[in-house]
């Protein structure tokens, strides 16, 4: 099984509706990250989290809302989806005790706001 | 400015030649550097990670870090079509910044 899996991976929807994208790991990482990949402009940080209790805001939160409800699980909530919210999202996670801090990727969720 | 610049592709290079990606950014503070690989429709994968200047050699892939230039570079020797595919730059600690991409293909 996947170590990062994202739910759902493709979904469709309409201006104005609130959706939830879902991230779950089971690498036993605390730090989770919520990542949009646009053509031409790569990887944008939305929101991280550095452990249950910790949340941040990255280059681009507006419009975007998270929860970490538990270690292994952080979610990406859009309250009024827009149009130009259509993207391809990356979840991440990373150990702190690892040197290197590699962010390990989920599959990733498409998002087209109609 | 962008916090990280790649040098814009698409870069065709035959099978075998040496595929050279480079990278600038604008945080002389940052520390660690580091390269994802993503395939079309997947999701990126760490392939190389870089801290201090100089060189840093794993298989086919070479690293080479700058800080003086605020530069990092990727070299893949002896190009084979599985490396076809996005090269992505990161820099930061926590918390990364990634370049837009450089799309490499490799011509059989």
């Known amino acids: 099984d996947a170590d990062v899996t994202q739910t759902p991976r493709n979904r469709i929807t309409k201006t104005g509706k609130r959706i939830m994208l879902e991230c779950s790991q089971t690498?036993?990482?605390?730090?989770m990250y919520w990542y949009r990949q646009d053509p031409g402009l790569g990887l944008r940080l939305i929101y991280y989290?550095?452990?249950?209790?910790?949340?941040n805001k990255g280059e681009i939160s507006d419009g975007y809302s998270v929860s970490r409800q538990a270690q292994a699980k952080f979610s990406l909530s859009l309250e009024s989806a827009i149009p130009n919210q259509t993207a391809l999202y990356f979840c991440?996670?990373?150990?702190?005790?690892?040197?290197?801090?590699?962010?390990?990727f989920g599959p990733g969720t498409r998002l087209t706001v109609l | 400015q962008k916090e990280v610049e790649q040098n814009s592709g698409p870069l065709s290079v035959p099978e075998g030649a040496i595929a050279s990606l480079n990278c600038t950014y604008s945080d002389r503070g940052s520390q660690s550097f580091f390269w994802y690989r993503q395939y079309s429709g997947k999701s990126p994968e760490l392939i190389m990670f870089?801290?201090?200047?100089g060189d840093k050699e794993d298989g086919r892939f070479t690293a080479q870090l700058n800080k003086a230039s605020q530069y990092v570079s990727l070299l893949i020797r002896d190009s084979q079509p599985s490396d076809s595919a996005t090269y992505l730059c990161?820099?930061?600690?926590?918390?990364?910044?990634f370049g837009a991409g450089t799309t490499v293909t490799v011509r059989a």
């Open positions: 991440a996670t990373s150990d702190q005790r690892e040197r290197n801090n590699e962010q390990f």
């Open positions: 870089i801290y201090s200047n």
């Open positions: 690498k036993g990482h605390d730090r």
């Open positions: 990161a820099v930061g600690d926590y918390k990364l910044s």
């Open positions: 989290s550095f452990d249950v209790k910790d949340i």
